[in-house]
DNA sequence: AAGCATCTCAACCGCGCTCAG
DNA sequence: CCTGAGCGCGGTTGAGATGCT
């Protein structure tokens, strides 16, 4: 028993649920529903703050929870989610019914644990059996691509710019560009500071970036340029729908931007799609151009960082 | 069998957002 | 505008379970 800084309750009880409690709280949101968390615990009668009768109720008590081991089909498009969303555990939840954050997220806590220590996971196309070998505990190589002639991007080594790879993501996930608005809205966007090319920095999952940093790489890769105008949509379109499918997602996410491609709308019908995997993107400081990297490209630099000397960054 | 290490998972904490006053 | 309450979310904790030697 103790205060609470949450609530006004003088007695709060804290730590696991008695049966007791479980079947007042059940007992309770049956009958009233639960409009007001800070009202049910009085309303109940329990010594609880209405925070932890809100997370009792929403991840163990609610009818609807989904109970038993993750499922092999759960756990691919959890990986899939969280390579695109990154730690946005209420987000991934959504897509996998009757499961919680709170379950997920301790799911994937334990899961990339047990893939962090083994570090040789790799970042493997599709199809591929034998994935090069990388470790996460190397220094990767620099790569980048000289985005002067956006037709035919090519790989220029003086450039600063690191590996697309991705260090946690599962293979076959291929990397994305985020859509400029969404990652500029949460401020997690990062640009060179004394870069002097347009090209802009991106971290292939902004909310990631703790995972980055703990494993001390940058969280960065480089765009591949080359623009498209309106009138080349379909063969974007095309493009997109070529890719490899992770787990529906992408193909939710083909189907929903079609229709904004056909329709030739701009860039802020787009940004609806923000949290969706996409090969382009909206950048600003080349007048509105639609930027893509497509997925050959994203390979083509991956192939490309293994043929280069290792450097330190 | 015992003791230690590691894992799992329910629950807590605190931040940040929204909204009413 | 400012402020504070309420809520949702992600990070973290720690007790109990499980695995390992």
Redesign the pocket.
Known sequence: MGH?????QQKV?????SPEEDEKLINYITTHG???????PLKAGLQ?????C???W???LRPDIRRG?ITPEEEKLIISLHAI??????????HLPGR????I???W???I??KL?KPTTLLQPAGTLDPPPRALDRVEPIITLNNTNHANPTLDQNLKFKSVLDPIAPSPWPLFMLDDNGIASTGINQSTSNDTSSTEMYYSNP?RK?DYEALQLPPLYDTAKYSMEYNDMPSLVEDMENTTAVAGVEEQFCVQNKEHLEKKEPSDQWSTSQQYPTFFTWDDDVGGEVILTSPSDVLTMVDASFSLPWQQF
């Open positions: 609470h800084s949450c609530c006004s009880r804290r730590g696991l649920w639960y409009g007001c968390w800070s009202e049910v609880r703050c209405g925070k932890s809100r997370l009792r929403i991840n163990y081991r969303v990154g730690n946005r555990w209420a987000h991934i939840a959504s919680t954050d709170n379950e997220k301790n799911y806590n334990s899961w644990k047990k220590r909310n703790h």
